[in-house]
């Protein structure tokens, strides 16, 4: 409380509460201060979340285990932990460099992804002949099926395992990783419920060497007038 005003202080642990989380906290924050009636509609719950992906990791099929056996078993036999990168350098110099108007055209003529793209002038940054694997980080919203999220306060990463390997040229690199995003089964969600068999079966090498989180384009809410966000408390 000040002079002349109240405020409402709000801190959340970033392990209970993610970027999108905090985007419909403050729109129905400000819904109710305006005296609206606006809220989002009713969501599935986090336990409902918790039970169905508990539910999930009895039914992950055939194809998701081979898939990320496979993947596991490359991460094995492939992957040397062994080099050091200056990555700041080497990514300031890929973006120097790279022709992006060129790559902005295939993505558009190709519908090739903006993700696809961040994360090949990245690997070819850090490296042009080594297989190179990323742990790739997303949401987790829409995975499970019957499970809606989007109105939903919590923490719904999900983590899972990419191998890019070398190829000529950048453009072959987006195609490279577009096809792996979109082989993946089901947004990548068996991955980490499947770590336990892998360890079973004597599979310890389980993380990648780097890891890549795109946020995205966020969903804008109309609070400026009301909230400020202070990421860091000095």
Known sequence: KSSNQYYLFICMHHLIIDAVS?????????????????????????GEWTKRLNDYRKEVTVLEKNYW???????????SYEKSYDLIREIYYSFDYIDLKLIDQKLKAKNLDVRSAILGLIARALSEKDTLCFDIENYGRGAIENIDLSGTVGWFTIMFPMIIRPQADMESIIYHIFDSFDSIPNDGIAYGLLKPEFRKQGYTNLHAQYCFNYLGRSKEYSCKSYVEIQERIE
Do not use: C, D, H, T
Request: cysteine-free; glycine content about 2%; overall charge negative.
């Open 22 to 46: 905090w985007g419909i906290l403050l729109y129905e924050l400000e819904s109710v201060y305006q005296n609206q009636s606006a809220l989002l509609p009713e969501r599935s719950s986090f």
């Open 69 to 79: 056996f496979n993947i596991v078993k490359m991460m094995q036999k492939e992957l």
